[in-house]
């Protein structure tokens, strides 16, 4: 090691390398000089190696969560003799354990992930393919309710964990790629539940869709490559990953734009939840055979999960993560009216016009509100803590999607795609209001401290967001 002394600041160079750590002893922060090429190395080791795995699970799980819906139109609620109340327990008692233990997104900074993903995975797997043999309410609620605590450790973990890898301007690629992997399993599970629910033999086919979508620090680094995803992450300190900053903890819970996050969160997940449970039977009461509307599913999420992707790349390359949101609930709004309003048989193009605003419009929203709130939590605990704050009060608008598309709606469900279209228009002004408050809060830093080279990582762990050198995303 070297050191040479310039004014204020204190550089230091490993040698044989071209990193530089340079300390300010005016502000007693640490900036870290990260070069391109490095940067660039381990987005390819991270993108690589870790990504595709993550996805992959995600796909898995959703696809066994997500396969309720199509199980429901294949016949399962007839065949087990259940009312759209008793129904409504099924869906019910996923969601309930899901948000109790979305506090577990924490388990994923303490426990070695290969491990605890590797015991998530076949606890899920297991219960899937249970809900293929249930014969009754209580068989199924139990199982959804199993199946809910698994999914809930990884669902909510996912983002959280690739928040640990992935710089500011890179996350909402990777975390819309995850999260797009939703609507792309329910692409997956519709044109899978087509072909399988045509099996005749021996057992109903809704319970084949059950059995047959069941089961589903790095190595890959060197030393010195280890060091330096450390330090582009904002934080000196190597061992953070197994640590929870409790101050930071508890500063996400009482933060305003973490509330706005989750109130968004709650909303958006109405949708992300009750399109998943219900949007094979809103398209089958268009007319369309019970086969066929599983298949129509196929086409909106692809198209869904195209426009997660094209709003990530978006937004990462200009960091505009809440007009994003604005714009992706907007179209959602219109799709729900129209659901909503149009009430004709003869216009069931309209209709089905709409399901693809609706879906197209709400997927990219949650994903991107995701990615912005993990951007504006500055450490690692803080993100824990503002996820977890919007997994567990953002999920519990799922009860509530779960009641309001009964049976007895059919064939036009004015009441829940009213309420789709209310909370999608309601996004659109919390988004926009956010973004003001953040503009304002970034202009209040540059007054104060001056502005900001953002081509300079600085250790931020003491303080998160707080730190003189951290400004929002806006």
Request: with cysteine.
């Amino acid at each position: 090691m070297s050191a040479l002394e310039e004014g204020p600041n204190v550089f230091t160079k490993t040698e044989g390398s071209d990193h530089v750590e340079r300390t300010d002893s005016k502000a007693d922060t640490v900036q870290y000089a990260v070069t391109n090429d490095e940067q660039s190395r381990l987005r390819r080791a991270f993108d690589r190696r870790m990504l595709p795995v993550v996805c992959i699970l995600y796909v898995l799980s959703y696809l066994d969560r997500g396969n309720i819906g199509n199980a429901k139109t294949a016949g399962a609620q007839k065949d087990l003799g259940l009312s759209s109340s008793q129904w409504t327990w099924v869906l019910n008692g996923f969601y309930i354990c899901y948000v109790l233990f979305e506090w577990t997104v924490l388990l994923w900074k303490i426990f070695p992930a290969h491990i605890y993903v590797a015991v998530l995975c076949l606890g899920w797997g297991i219960m899937a393919m249970c809900a293929g043999a249930v014969q009754n309410m209580p068989g199924m609620v139990v199982v959804r309710c199993i199946l809910g605590i698994f999914e809930a450790s990884f669902g909510a973990g996912a983002p959280y964990y690739l928040s640990l890898f992935y710089q500011r301007r890179e996350l909402a690629k990777r975390v819309s790629l995850l999260l797009g992997m939703s609507p792309l399993a329910n692409c997956f599970a519709g044109a899978m539940a087509y072909g399988i629910t045509q099996i005749k033999h021996g057992i109903e086919p809704w319970r084949w869709l059950f059995i047959i979508d069941g089961p589903g620090q790095a190595k890959f680094l060197s030393t010195n490559e280890q060091t330096l995803a450390v330090e582009r992450m904002q934080t000196k300190d190597r061992t953070s990953k197994n640590k929870i900053h409790w101050s930071q903890f508890f500063a996400g819970l009482r933060d305003y734009p973490n509330v706005v996050h989750t109130l968004i969160h709650f909303m958006c997940n109405y949708s992300f939840a009750g399109l998943s449970n219900f949007l094979p039977t809103i398209i089958k009461d268009m007319g369309y055979s019970s086969i066929n509307a599983q298949g129509l599913t196929a086409p909106v999420y692809f198209a869904s999960f195209l426009l997660c992707v094209l709003g990530a790349v978006v937004s990462d390359k200009y960091g505009k993560r809440g007009f994003i949101v604005a714009v992706s609930a907007a179209v959602g709004c219109i799709g729900y009216l129209l659901l909503a309003v149009i009430q004709d048989e003869a216009k069931t193009g309209a209709r089905y016009c709409g399901v693809w605003l609706a879906v197209c419009g709400i997927f990219p929203a949650l994903c991107i509100n995701i990615t912005w709130l993990l951007n504006n939590n500055g450490g690692d605990s803080k993100r824990g803590a503002g996820l977890a704050i919007l997994a567990t009060f953002g999920q519990c608008s799922s009860f509530l999607s779960s009641a309001v598309f009964p049976s007895s709606d059919a064939p036009y469900y004015v009441k829940g795609c009213a309420i789709g279209c209310g909370f999608t228009g309601s996004i659109v002004i919390l988004s926009l209001g956010l973004v003001v408050a953040l503009h304002a809060e970034n202009k209040k830093k540059d007054r104060l401290h001056g502005p900001v080279d953002e081509s300079v990582q600085y250790d931020i762990s003491a303080q998160g967001d707080k730190h003189p050198m951290f400004r929002y995303l806006l």
